[in-house]
């Protein structure tokens, strides 16, 4: 079956501007995760959804981050005022229930460029 | 605080031989823990998963790992590397903090010399 999606595989934006990147879990999940990777370094925990809510938002560096689940299905990552250290890739991932105990599912992340 | 720390960044190893990646963890909760590899040019894979039976896990591909609650660490082992195994590997907690909040190590490189 599909595995977790992530659009756009590549952003290049200028710094100041509004980024949105998408995941598309894989179906049935009710658990979704954002993470954050920089280069040489592991992903960083950036929040949860258990459904349509957060359930731990605590990774979000500042207010130019949201994220939202609204069917909770599909989730987009919201970034404003884009600046150079946000840089990175994106990495979603899903899982069946969010017990803490399930597999993760990754997918190939998105790499965001601020210039 | 909950934490994980990969002891080494790089590990390099020759085909054949054993393969040792460090992991020690401190949560104030019994963890979940799991070791994921990430391929170049590919999406992070489970490899393998502690959830509080028994201690030592086997996942795939020939890899294991033994949880040491005394010792707070979670190494994975093979007996024998194989070229395809060259890789990132990072050891992951799942914590608990109202909902499940997962930290991840900072990685081990694992190079296998032919």
């Known amino acids: 079956g599909a595995g977790v999606s992530q659009t756009p595989s590549n952003k290049v934006t200028e710094k100041g501007k509004y980024v949105e990147l998408r995941c598309d879990p894989i179906?049935?999940?009710?658990?979704l995760y954002w993470y954050r990777q920089s280069l040489g370094q592991g992903p960083e925990f950036l929040i949860y959804?258990?459904?349509?809510?957060?359930?731990?938002d605590s990774g979000l560096p500042n207010d130019r981050f949201f994220a939202v689940r609204p069917e909770g299905s599909v989730s987009t990552l919201k970034i404003q005022r884009t600046e150079r250290g946000d840089s990175a890739v994106y990495l979603c991932?899903?899982?069946?229930?969010?017990?803490?105990?399930?597999?993760?599912?990754f997918g190939p992340g998105t790499r965001l460029t601020v210039l | 605080a909950q934490s994980v720390t990969q002891l080494d960044s790089h590990v390099s190893v020759s085909e054949g031989t054993p393969v040792l990646l460090r992991c020690n963890y401190s949560?104030?909760?019994?963890?979940?823990l799991f070791w994921y590899v990430q391929h170049p040019n590919k999406g992070l894979q489970l490899l393998l998963k502690?959830?509080?039976?028994?201690?030592l896990v086997k996942g795939i591909n020939g890899f294991e790992a033994e949880f040491k609650k005394s010792e707070t660490s979670f190494h994975l082992t093979k007996p024998s590397a194989h070229m395809s195994d060259a890789a990132e590997y990072f050891c992951v907690v799942s914590v608990y903090t109202g909902g499940f909040k997962t930290i991840f190590g900072a990685g081990t490189r694992l190079f296998v010399k032919a």
């Open positions: 179906s049935g999940h009710t658990a």
């Open positions: 991932a899903s899982s069946l229930k969010g017990t803490g105990r399930d597999e993760q599912f």
């Open positions: 502690y959830t509080s039976a028994a201690t």
């Open positions: 959804f258990q459904g349509t809510g957060a359930a731990d």
């Open positions: 949560s104030s909760y019994s963890p979940s």
